[in-house]
């Protein structure tokens, strides 16, 4: 039996593995001055990740060796469609695969002896015992060493058995070696693709062309004083800011979470009245569409999307954000944020795509694609935030009374590369204009006076030519009893603009002295405002200052509605669905009653969440809005909807939708005991009690910015859909749950046991549904 497991064919890693990698070449300018410090990267069309990146020595030179991609693809698995698993190592000899339950029980272990490279395993299936039904989890694992990688789920009932597609793109395009290139970058020049014909390959003399948009922006900088300057390195806040705009001649304003909104024209004409006529950009945190507005469509927070896998989807919601940002008098999205949360008790869970960095680097380039267009002119300017590792602080180190949040990362430079970095190499292969520092420290110090990170890693090592924002007010923590050092130490380590909102002269005066006193270089100024200027012209704001105008107000558009619904569809995961006498709760009965209780079942403040309307989101009414209740009655009919406690034996089926309160940053850290193990209040329970004393399925929709443990929810429903944050459309909960629509959501967090309350995806510890896990119904 366990040979006939190895029924795939031996793929050899192409060259990769096979002949290895000897590339090299030597990159010139146009007048074949080499150029150091260029970005070179091994790269394989369509892969949103490189393959391995290196920069060019100081003479231009340039090499990638085999050893660096065998290191790469050592001990790497993954689930390959429906049918298999595919090793890839250097070395032949035993693999341990091990088959459990989700609780952690051993069903089956097999050691099978395999060749080295990259091999397929199959009939997997096979190995299920008779009489077991459900979900497993398959490990492999080298023989000797210790270490299991997860890599996915598989269940014995076919129309259950869903094989989980992780880990995504990274692993895919290490191993798929076919047709790759080169590609490099340097600020200031037109990027360079270059076709290899193979990996043994003397490249020679490669030319970069300068940018011509560089002379633009030579001759503006050309024209500014200190002051200019200066101003443009600045961004106030609506209010405050918007006032002293002219006078201060600021780059840039924005609106906060609890801000008004801005009269862009009239705006936009007080920076054409200054003595440069530089235009300003107008920022705002459009992280779920552009929610701050009353009437826009709310789309899932980015945990949701997560769950979706679907990089095209995501970028038309980029797309609808862009456009409805515009109509709203906004250019700028202080989104994505590419956070990779390690600990759910963040009250920024939401805010990332996932615990894995491959949802990180696919989602929010695509978003990127999205918010900027994939030219220029873009539609908006993205902000990848926030850098770097704000989802990987360590317990207890929050600087904000909160355990996690601002906290400091204390996490070797390995994890902060391969978790906390690729989806900034993705952000920045995809050209996004800009990039916000985190409140948060690396290893003790703050990242926004983190030079080696900043300026080492984002602009040099990446080759990130935008520019940096610091956070609100974030400058200031970094001394929290020397402003003039903290704004030093900031601007030196590589911010490029302050988000000072209500102290922007303080921080102009500041930094003005230190330029004067020469203790902050004027190259380093010009370098910052080089930066700001490129990432206008590249927004067209350059050329058309004013915001495009539209016929028809695209706000909360049906055209842009139905992509958030879509979006609400196929973000929903499917955890449980057990068959009541014999009959699965989930889809709901096309005939009968449905009862729907529970506190987010008719509130759509609830189920936007954080950064909706205001800055922490709040229960209520959110215009435009169509409730879970609002969405069942829409698409099975009203009169098969009762939301009040009649007689529970008249329901067929009953649905409780509960969840957590709103929150955003600061305030939604949870401690230990809060996290451990959701209930819901008292009422809510004994009602879901009474229907099952009944015989009425409960079917419990789960809202929540993350995976937490729910051991008493779950064993109090028959069936468990988590819908996370939905956002405005709600009627896209009950396309799934109506049977319309089959659910597809695979979890983009491992969800947690209420023992073990922090788990990820290949840490070996137990988890109540692992990574990638969703259950579908044909
Ligand atoms: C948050 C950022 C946000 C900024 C502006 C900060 O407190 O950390 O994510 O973009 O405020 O509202
Ligand atoms: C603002 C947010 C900001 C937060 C940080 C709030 O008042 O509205 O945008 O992120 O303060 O302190």
Known sequence: MVSSLVTGAVLAMQALVGGGVHLRGIVVDQADRPLGDVVVELVQPGAVLPRMATLTASDGAFAFDSGDVESAVRGRASLDGRSGLVVDRPGAGPVVLDLTGLRGERIVQRSVHLPGGRIRV????????????????????????????????????PEALR??????????????????????????????????????????????????????????????????????????????????LGASRLGSLLSGGGDSLPDHPALQDVALGTPRAIPMIYGIDAVHGTAKVANAVVFPHHIGLGATRDSALVRRVGEVTATEMLASGTDWAFAPCIAVPQDDRWGRTYEGFGETPELAAMLGAAEIRGLQGARVPWNVIACAKHFVADGGTTWGTGTQATPLDQGDARIPDSVLRRVHLPGYVAAVREGVGTVMASYSLVRGVRNHAHRDLLTGVLKTELGF??????????????????????????????????????????????????????????????????????????????????????????????????????????????????????????????????????????????????????????????????????????????????????????????????????????????????????????????????????????????????????????????????????????????????????????????????????????????????????????
């Open 122 to 157: 199959e009939g997997l299936a096979a190995l299920v015992p008779a009489g077991r039904s459900g979900v497993f989890l398959v490990r492999a694992r080298e023989g000797g060493s210790g270490a299991a990688v997860v890599v996915g789920g598989l269940g014995a009932r």
């Open 163 to 244: 094989w989980l597609p992780e880990p995504v793109p990274a692993a895919r395009a290490m191993t798929d070696s076919v047709a790759p290139g080169l590609s490099l970058r340097k600020a200031g020049f037109l990027r360079r693709s270059v076709a290899v014909p193979s990996l043994a390959h003397d490249a020679g003399r490669l030319v970069l062309a300068r940018d011509p948009l560089e002379d633009r922006v030579d001759s503006v900088l050309s024209r500014m004083d200190l002051d200019d300057k200066l101003g443009q390195m600045t961004q106030g806040v609506i209010g405050t800011g918007s006032l002293d």
């Open 465 to 778: 030519d935008g520019f940096v924002i610091s956070d609100w007010l974030a400058i200031g923590q970094i001394d929290k009893l020397d402003y003039a050092s903290s704004v030093r130490q900031a601007i030196e380590a590589g911010v490029d603009m302050a988000m000072e909102p209500n102290q922007h002269r303080q921080f102009l005066a500041t930094l003005k002295t230190l330029v004067q006193s020469g203790k902050v270089s004027q190259a380093r100024i010009d370098d910052a405002v080089r930066r700001i200027l490129r990432v206008k012209f590249r927004s067209g704001r350059m050329d058309s200052p004013h915001l495009p105008r539209f016929l028809v107000d695209p706000i909360g558009a049906p055209a842009h509605r139905a992509v958030a619904r879509e979006a609400v569809r196929r973000s929903l995961v499917v955890l449980e669905n057990d068959p009541v006498a014999g009959v699965a709760p989930l889809p709901l009965p096309p005939g009968g009653t449905i009862a729907v209780h529970g506190s987010h079942a008719d509130d759509a403040g609830l189920q936007c969440g954080g950064w909706t309307l205001g800055w922490q989101g709040k229960a209520g009414k959110v215009p435009g809005a169509t409730t879970l209740l609002g969405g069942l009655r829409e698409v099975l009919g009203t009169s098969r909807v009762v939301s009040q406690a009649t007689r529970v034996a008249d329901a067929k089926v009953a649905v409780f939708v509960v969840g957590e309160p709103p929150y955003a940053e600061m305030k939604g850290d949870l401690e230990a005991a809060a996290f451990a193990d959701f209930r819901p209040d008292a009422t809510t329970s004994s009602l879901m009690a009474a229907y099952r004393t009944a015989g009425v399925p409960v079917v419990t929709v789960f809202v929540t910015g993350r995976a937490r443990p729910v051991a008493t929810l779950l064993a109090a429903s028959d069936a468990f859909v988590v819908a996370w944050l939905p956002g405005s459309e709600g009627a896209g909960v009950a396309d799934v749950l109506s049977g319309a629509v089959a659910p597809s959501g695979l979890l983009p967090v491992s969800w947690p046991l209420n023992s073990q309350p922090i788990a990820n995806v290949g840490d070996g510890r137990a988890v109540a549904f692992p990574y990638g896990f969703g259950l579908t119904w044909p």
